[in-house]
């Protein structure tokens, strides 16, 4: 089975990455998700929520201030002006 490999970064500090299934997020043109094969991209990151669904373990929410992400090759670069995860999210790999 495919997987996007994500990372997420906020401006001052590393947050996730990991392998996915699924990356949920909002862009100034509305609200969008990326699944393994999505065409590259790059969008402009709204503030809000962003859903992440890993491969293994249950699926969580990152709280961004805004920021950008890029899709390329089943990678996704997540880069916020602030991010902030639960408590109950296991951490992922750097």
Same mark, same amino acid.
Not at 14 to 27: D, H, I, P, Y
């Given at each position: 089975? +495919?997987e /996007?490999?994500?990372?997420?970064? !906020?401006? %001052?500090h590393?947050?996730?990455?990991? +392998? +996915?299934?699924?990356?949920?997020?909002?862009?100034s043109?509305?609200?969008?998700?990326? /699944?393994?094969?999505? $065409?590259?991209?790059? *969008?402009?990151? *709204? !503030?809000?929520?962003?859903?992440?669904?890993? $491969?293994?373990?249950?699926?969580?929410?990152?709280?961004?201030?805004?920021?950008?992400?890029?899709v390329? !090759?089943?990678?996704?670069v997540? $880069? *916020?002006?602030? +991010? $902030?995860m639960a %408590?109950?999210?296991p *951490?992922?790999?750097?």
């Open positions: 089975m +495919a /996007l490999q994500v990372e997420i970064v !906020a401006a %001052d590393f947050v996730w990455s990991g +392998a +996915a299934k699924l990356v949920k997020g909002r862009t043109n509305g609200e969008i998700g990326i /699944l393994p094969g999505h $065409v590259p991209m790059l *969008a402009v990151l *709204a !503030a809000g929520d962003m859903e992440i669904v890993p $491969v293994s373990g249950s699926r969580f929410s990152v709280q961004v201030d805004g920021g950008f992400f890029s390329d !090759a089943d990678r996704v997540i $880069v *916020a002006d602030n +991010a $902030v %408590d109950s999210v *951490a992922g790999t750097r």
